[in-house]
């Protein structure tokens, strides 16, 4: 017999026996509707004797169309061996009803639709094999992407996660593990009877990807970041890293910046220190969000510190606070030769990559031009980057055209980030940019877009070299998740990850950090630290 598969809203198709006395009729798509309690799956074809269909005469293939409007379905039905499809795009397995993914809906209609074309010559065998096929292709997929059982609250949740991860995770490998088989396996034999169970389960799973970057955030927690990434923070005004480079069998936690006037910078830890424990905890196999959960708390409480500085180990007990997240600070150095027509340099110094800083750096430019300045110096050292897209909103008022950093994943290249100058505030005055190993993450972005696209010449030494980029994702009962979601290159096609960013040129071994010594560098010619103004420009 030769099948053709009506779809609504076409008329029905007739499809014949190779007897041609006996002729029969496809119902429409839209009547197509069934199910069992049997475990076999179901025909394909709903088929029914043309000619009185009121003759009160059934044959047992009008017997399935008249139980489907009756809706009584708990007689097997013919031909058990075949896969049955409704209009919804279900079908009936064993354990219930699964959604037929689209792609197999549109490719098995295509098909039926074009068999047309063979007016009623292939073989009944060869049509039925080729739909067949594509059906047990669907009913795999299908069995694979829906659990079988009824899902709890806590079950959604985790779903939730599983699924963010799936979508943003960089490695579609999953860490070289089934993330699929993960999935089911967890909510069969995983607790997650109450929320906290709930929680292990997802911190269980984003283990396996072997990731220090993924993690998940409790509700405060992920308020906390948030809050990280806005105006202020309650800690001691570290930001700290794994160790890399020369430190990287370091028993410790590296100190990659303090911030300026923070409880930390006054006890005197720089970028490069080791913390060794926390409260007598040693951080040696500590994560870093760990250890940065420990280091923040109420605003008076205190965190006793072992930090490794040099050769010398050092107890420094420290007090909590609030400390300003201001990410830019500015100023004006005249240089000393020239009169009341010498030189005037911006310096700018940005110290973090939250909400504010475009546009507190977009300020500062306006406010030094009002004044005079023809050159800039943009400080990136010690800052452990933040909000992606603001490292490339920066990058943007400096340049007037080009790439700014390359998104690859496992396949190459997905994404581009460029300009084309519509953002552009100083694209024509000299610029300089300092960088140490203290500049992470987002600040490493607009050194490199900057240096690439030989914008501006870098001074100082390697970059912290953090390539890995990480988004937020929010989940529904206020909970989070970090997630590498990418790699970056720079301009240049530079994988600057665990190398970081090479600058142009070393700064002296005394130059300093702060704004009013760094004027003093400048203008005065005999100090240690000096850095000619042609050297600092020059391309």
Request: hydrophobic share 35%.
């Amino acid at each position: 017999m030769e099948a053709l598969l009506g779809s609504s809203p076409s008329p029905p198709f007739i499809i014949t026996r190779r007897n041609p006395i006996i002729a029969f009729k496809v119902l429409s798509w839209n009547s197509l509707c069934t199910t069992s309690n049997n475990s076999r799956l179901y025909p394909i074809l709903c088929l029914k004797r043309s000619g009185n269909e009121n003759s009160g005469s059934y044959s047992p293939l009008c017997y399935i169309e008249q139980m489907y409007k009756n809706e009584m379905f708990s007689q097997p039905i013919w031909r058990r061996s075949k896969i049955f499809i409704d209009k919804k795009g279900l079908l009936i397995i064993q354990n219930g009803l699964a959604f037929l993914p689209r792609k197999f809906i549109t490719s098995l209609r295509k098909t039926v639709k074009h068999s047309e074309i063979f007016n009623s010559k292939v073989p009944d065998m060869f049509v039925r094999s080729c739909i067949g096929l594509m059906l047990v292709m669907a009913a795999n997929s299908a069995v694979v992407k829906a659990p079988s059982f009824a899902l709890t609250e806590e079950n959604i949740l985790f779903l939730e996660a599983w699924r963010t991860i799936d979508r943003a995770y960089i490695d579609k490998t999953f860490n070289g593990q089934s993330w699929f088989r993960y999935r089911e396996d967890a909510l069969r034999n995983e607790p997650m009877n109450t929320r906290q169970e709930t929680y292990a389960a997802i911190k269980k799973m984003i283990a396996t990807l072997d990731d220090p970057f993924t993690r998940f955030l409790e509700p405060e927690k992920f308020k906390s970041l948030r809050s990280g990434t806005q105006n202020v923070l309650t800690g001691v005004g570290l930001s700290i890293g794994y160790p890399t480079g020369k430190n990287e069998s370091a028993p410790g936690l590296v100190v990659i910046s303090a911030s300026p006037g923070g409880p930390a910078n006054r006890a005197g830890i720089s970028s490069g220190d080791i913390i060794l424990q926390i409260d007598n905890t040693s951080t040696e196999n500590m994560g870093i969000y760990d250890a940065a959960e420990r280091l923040q708390g109420p605003e008076g409480s205190s965190v006793e510190l072992t930090v490794l500085h040099g050769s010398e180990t050092r107890q420094l007990p420290l007090i909590r606070e609030k400390v300003s997240l201001n990410p830019v600070k500015s100023r004006i150095c005249k240089l000393s030769t020239g009169g009341d027509d010498a030189p005037q340099i911006g310096y700018i110094k940005l110290s973090s990559f939250n909400q504010n800083a475009s546009g507190a750096v977009r300020e500062a430019i306006e406010a030094l031009r009002k004044n005079n300045v023809n050159a800039f110096v943009l400080d990136l050292r010690d800052n452990s980057g933040g909000l992606f897209p603001e490292g490339v909103e920066i990058a943007k008022i400096w340049l007037d055209k080009g790439v700014i950093v390359y998104i690859c994943d496992s396949r190459g290249v997905r994404d581009i980030y460029d300009t084309d100058g519509s953002n552009v505030v100083a694209a024509s005055e000299p610029l300089a940019v300092l960088v140490n190993k203290g500049t992470a993450s987002a600040s490493e972005i607009l050194a490199g877009a900057l240096k690439d696209n030989k914008r501006a010449q870098l001074f100082g030494e390697p970059t912290y070299g953090k390539g890995k980029i990480q988004s937020v994702f929010q989940l529904s009962d206020g909970s989070g998740l970090a997630v590498t979601v990418a790699r970056y290159e720079t301009p240049a096609h530079n994988d600057i990850d665990k190398v970081g960013v090479i600058p142009d040129h070393p700064l002296p071994a005394s130059f300093p950090k702060d704004d009013e010594s760094f004027c003093n560098c400048l203008q005065n010619p005999a100090s240690a630290c000096h850095l000619n103004r042609v050297k600092l420009f020059s391309k």
